[in-house]
């Protein structure tokens, strides 16, 4: 895309994708304004992982604002990722995104064992802020695993997203780039929908 909306990595204006953004309702890392996404966050409302002050991320975390599964670098998604600031949508194998994870390394939300996220989790190294109830995002959410931000649904991303899984910045469709695409260029990592 050349505009408005573009895909998810290295967008130059508003609504940029979920990595690597440089204005306001940037996607999940590196954010630095407010309604910033669940990782590296500096201010309040921050998601539950690589925070830098109270109910920081309750596993191993090295450096600062790293998320917490074992990340290697500064900023980057919440689970294992390789690299910096790869994308957390749709992703179909290692450093898979933040919502839905089905194996080991899961992202913050939506996780049912060890590395749970971390706010107020009732298992093993649960969160550390008084969550409701197993694996629930940091702030107010209503349900098991949902994003960080008042979100709806399951495992949705951590910004007031309408559908399971959806990017981190009211996107509408299913795993759609992190900042309301509406169609080709969704999920940050070339896959398509799902």
């Known amino acids: 895309m050349k505009d408005t909306a573009k895909a998810s990595t290295g967008l130059k204006d508003t609504a ?3 990595t690597g953004m440089k204005d306001t309702a940037k996607a999940s890392t590196g ?7 669940s990782t590296g966050m500096k201010d309040t409302a921050k998601a539950s992982t690589g925070m830098k002050d109270t109910a920081k991320a309750s596993t191993g975390i090295k450096d600062t604002a790293k998320a917490s599964t074992g990340i290697k670098d500064t900023a980057k998604t919440s689970t294992g990722i390789k690299d910096t600031a790869k994308a957390s949508t749709g992703i179909k194998d290692m450093a898979k995104a933040s919502t839905g994870i089905k194996d080991t390394a899961k992202a913050s939300t939506g996780i049912k064992d060890t590395a ?19 694996a629930k995002a940091s702030t107010g959410i209503k349900d098991t695993a949902k994003a960080s931000t008042g979100i709806k649904d399951t495992a949705k991303a951590s910004t007031g997203i309408k559908d399971t899984a959806k990017a981190s910045t009211g996107i509408k469709d299913m795993a759609k780039a992190r900042t309301g695409m509406k169609d080709t260029a969704k999920a940050s990592t070339g896959h398509g929908q799902g």
């Open 16 to 18: 940029k994708a979920s």
């Open 116 to 134: 749970k996220a971390s706010t107020g989790m009732k298992d093993t190294a649960k969160a550390s802020t008084g969550m409701k109830d197993t």
């Open 31 to 37: 954010i630095k304004d407010t309604a910033k996404a």
